[in-house]
């Protein structure tokens, strides 16, 4: 079999390596990929937004599997495109995929259906939200309507703030027509947990659940990142919270995007808060998360592509989808500066042993040299029977990688630890 992963990052990465596992795959291609997962796929210059390109190589090299992994290419209709030419594809159509690209329909969508979120309301006029804002219960969040490159949320403390995020959304239009529509929604409290899982429609399975950390720094100081760190799984998401959120927030939105003629097929993403009135949804994502996946995949049991398979086919129901008791951890190792200014192209060294549990999301060739080509450059990942022991692990993994300028955060998976000590 032949199968095409569109993106780059580590998220791909850690799909490639997992795809790979299954004896019928003889090539993986990645559009575009990068140099540091070049031992796992043939990376291909076609960039992930380029729709009519990817359709036109899937067919071209008779792919027989694609799986569309980032947010923009999905909400672009890459999915669409590829099964408009016949090759079975994993990743929401367009049309349901606009469950993470509009957070206006998302909001409106859990309103309509009851599902938990955060009060909010929608403004397409700048001084209509500033008057708003007058009198909004502070602090107050922020957020641009469409894509923005995981930065248009803005949690303002105070009102200046608050005024300030409007019209720079609205007004300098920092995030482009992603700004047109914003929502203002009311500040939640409590732990986040992320909860990926697979559905076809008809049936809806989660995944093991995991923690990410978004701030660059330790004690989850400095500015907001992609993802610095991620665990496995999150020890706040108890059973029967994770029972709740199956009645009141999983089934619910897939029923509700098969009522809107809007059928999601795909990973859906639970961005939730577990807050002192119940579990309640952050944000949807309508793909894997990154580094969520770097965690919950080397987690899964089952076959990656047999999973995957049956949520294209509709029989996500007859698949088994087990995954271990084990705990994962994966340390995000960027490039100093990193979410803002930083240097690049630097030797990155990899040691053999940790190869196999390392996820490269930005790297180039260089003179025959792997150097780094990115903010986030990699993630390396460790397994263990606890917690403690898949921490430790992960931090070991670390010092086998070297590039000029790295930066970590040095406490993935200290707040649930403790959590966890503390149940
Ligand atoms: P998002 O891009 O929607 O994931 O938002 C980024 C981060 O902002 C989330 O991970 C939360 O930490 C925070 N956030 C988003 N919405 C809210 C909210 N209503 N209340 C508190 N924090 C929020
Ligand atoms: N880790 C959050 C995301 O993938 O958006």
Not at 17 to 36: C, D, R, T
């Given at each position: 079999m032949k199968v095409l992963v569109v993106g780059g990052g580590g998220r791909e990465h850690a799909i490639i390596k997992k795809i790979k596992e299954n004896k019928a795959v003889e090539q993986i291609f990645a559009l575009p990929g990068n140099a540091g997962m070049s031992d796992d796929a043939v990376c291909v210059?076609?960039?992930?937004?380029?729709?009519?390109?990817?359709?036109?190589?899937?067919?071209?090299?008779?792919?027989?599997?694609?799986?569309?992994?980032?947010?923009?290419?999905?909400?672009?209709?890459?999915?669409?495109?590829l099964t408009e030419k016949g090759i079975p594809c994993f990743g929401p159509k367009a049309n349901a995929a606009i469950i993470e690209g509009s957070k206006v329909f998302s909001k409106n969508l859990m309103k309509k259906y009851s599902i938990p979120t955060a009060a909010y309301e929608v403004f397409n006029d700048m001084e209509k939200a500033l008057e708003y804002l007058e009198t909004a219960p502070i602090p107050t969040v922020i957020k641009a309507d469409g894509l923005a490159l995981g930065k248009?949320?803005?949690?303002?403390?105070?009102?200046?703030?608050?005024?300030?995020?409007?019209?720079?959304?609205?007004?300098?239009?920092?995030?482009?027509?992603?700004?047109?529509n914003i929502v203002i929604e009311e500040f939640l409290t409590g732990p986040e947990v992320s909860v990926l899982a697979f559905t076809d429609g008809e049936t809806l399975v989660p995944m093991v659940s995991s923690m990410d950390?978004?701030?660059a720094g330790d004690n989850d100081t400095g500015l907001n990142t992609g993802g610095m760190g991620t665990v496995a799984p999150n020890p706040y998401y108890t059973d029967d919270i994770a029972k709740e959120c199956m009645e009141?927030?999983?089934?619910?939105?897939?029923?509700?995007?098969?009522?809107?003629?809007?059928?999601f097929r795909g990973?859906?993403?639970?961005?939730?808060?577990?807050?002192p009135n119940g579990p309640k949804v952050i944000?949807?994502?309508?793909?894997?998360?990154?580094?969520?996946?770097?965690v919950v995949l080397p987690l899964l049991k089952s076959d990656l592509l047999t999973v995957m398979q049956a949520v294209t086919n509709g029989t996500l129901k007859d698949t088994a989808v087990e995954f271990s008791d084990d705990s994962a951890c994966c340390v995000i190792m960027a490039s100093k500066g990193y979410p803002e200014a930083y240097e690049k192209g630097y030797e990155l060294k990899i040691g053999e042993?940790?190869?196999?549990?390392?996820?490269?999301?930005?790297?180039?060739?260089?003179?025959?040299k792997l150097v780094t080509n990115g903010g986030r450059v990699l993630g390396v990942t460790a397994v263990a029977k606890?917690?403690?022991?898949?921490?430790?692990?992960?931090?070991?993994?670390?010092?086998?990688?070297?590039?000029?300028?790295?930066?970590?955060?040095?406490?993935i998976g200290k707040r649930a630890l403790k959590a966890l000590e503390e149940k």
């Amino acid at each position: 079999m032949k199968v095409l992963v569109v993106g780059g990052g580590g998220r791909e990465h850690a799909i490639i390596k997992k795809i790979k596992e299954n004896k019928a795959v003889e090539q993986i291609f990645a559009l575009p990929g990068n140099a540091g997962m070049s031992d796992d796929a043939v990376c291909v210059n076609i960039g992930a937004k380029e729709i009519d390109k990817i359709a036109e190589f899937a067919c071209d090299n008779k792919i027989d599997y694609a799986v569309v992994a980032p947010d923009d290419p999905l909400v672009l209709g890459a999915v669409d495109a590829l099964t408009e030419k016949g090759i079975p594809c994993f990743g929401p159509k367009a049309n349901a995929a606009i469950i993470e690209g509009s957070k206006v329909f998302s909001k409106n969508l859990m309103k309509k259906y009851s599902i938990p979120t955060a009060a909010y309301e929608v403004f397409n006029d700048m001084e209509k939200a500033l008057e708003y804002l007058e009198t909004a219960p502070i602090p107050t969040v922020i957020k641009a309507d469409g894509l923005a490159l995981g930065k248009g949320v803005i949690i303002a403390m105070t009102r200046d703030e608050a005024k300030n995020a409007v019209r720079s959304m609205m007004e300098d239009k920092v995030f482009g027509k992603s700004g047109d529509n914003i929502v203002i929604e009311e500040f939640l409290t409590g732990p986040e947990v992320s909860v990926l899982a697979f559905t076809d429609g008809e049936t809806l399975v989660p995944m093991v659940s995991s923690m990410d950390h978004k701030r660059a720094g330790d004690n989850d100081t400095g500015l907001n990142t992609g993802g610095m760190g991620t665990v496995a799984p999150n020890p706040y998401y108890t059973d029967d919270i994770a029972k709740e959120c199956m009645e009141t927030i999983f089934l619910p939105t897939m029923n509700a995007m098969n009522k809107e003629g809007r059928t999601f097929r795909g990973c859906l993403y639970f961005g939730l808060m577990l807050t002192p009135n119940g579990p309640k949804v952050i944000e949807y994502n309508c793909r894997f998360g990154d580094p969520e996946t770097q965690v919950v995949l080397p987690l899964l049991k089952s076959d990656l592509l047999t999973v995957m398979q049956a949520v294209t086919n509709g029989t996500l129901k007859d698949t088994a989808v087990e995954f271990s008791d084990d705990s994962a951890c994966c340390v995000i190792m960027a490039s100093k500066g990193y979410p803002e200014a930083y240097e690049k192209g630097y030797e990155l060294k990899i040691g053999e042993s940790v190869k196999n549990d390392t996820y490269v999301a930005g790297a180039a060739n260089k003179d025959g040299k792997l150097v780094t080509n990115g903010g986030r450059v990699l993630g390396v990942t460790a397994v263990a029977k606890d917690l403690k022991s898949a921490i430790g692990g992960a931090y070991e993994k670390v010092k086998e990688i070297e590039f000029a300028n790295a930066f970590y955060r040095s406490d993935i998976g200290k707040r649930a630890l403790k959590a966890l000590e503390e149940k």
